[in-house]
């Protein structure tokens, strides 16, 4: 799933090199942080959050055959 996010996240942003993915799992639920540059969080998020549940979405969809929750977290 990390690498998921990561290359949706570089594809968005300005600045790749500044995209940062963490991955925490406990138990059946795994946590994927996202850091980016501070100019490139709006077109992370999108106008009404609409881009970050996307990516939630096909994070989810992907995540849905190895049975674990799949929570994203953008900083």
Same mark, same amino acid.
Do not use: C, F, Y
């Given at each position: 799933? !990390? &690498? @998921?996010? %990561?290359?949706?996240?570089?594809? @968005?942003?300005? #600045? +790749? &090199? /500044?995209?940062?993915?963490? /991955?925490?799992? %406990?138990?059946?639920t ?7 540059? +501070?100019? &490139? ?24 055959? &190895? #049975?674990? !929750?799949? /929570?994203? %977290?953008? #900083?």
């Open positions: 799933m !990390k &690498d @998921l996010v %990561e290359v949706l996240a570089k594809a @968005l942003v300005d #600045n +790749p &090199d /500044e995209v940062v993915v963490t /991955e925490k799992t %406990e138990g059946k795994v946590t994927v942080e996202l850091h980016v540059a +501070p100019s &490139d969080m709006g077109k992370v998020i999108g106008k009404q959050g609409r881009i970050a549940k996307a990516i939630r979405s096909v994070v989810k969809a992907a995540s849905s055959k &190895d #049975n674990k !929750k799949v /929570e994203v %977290e953008i #900083n």
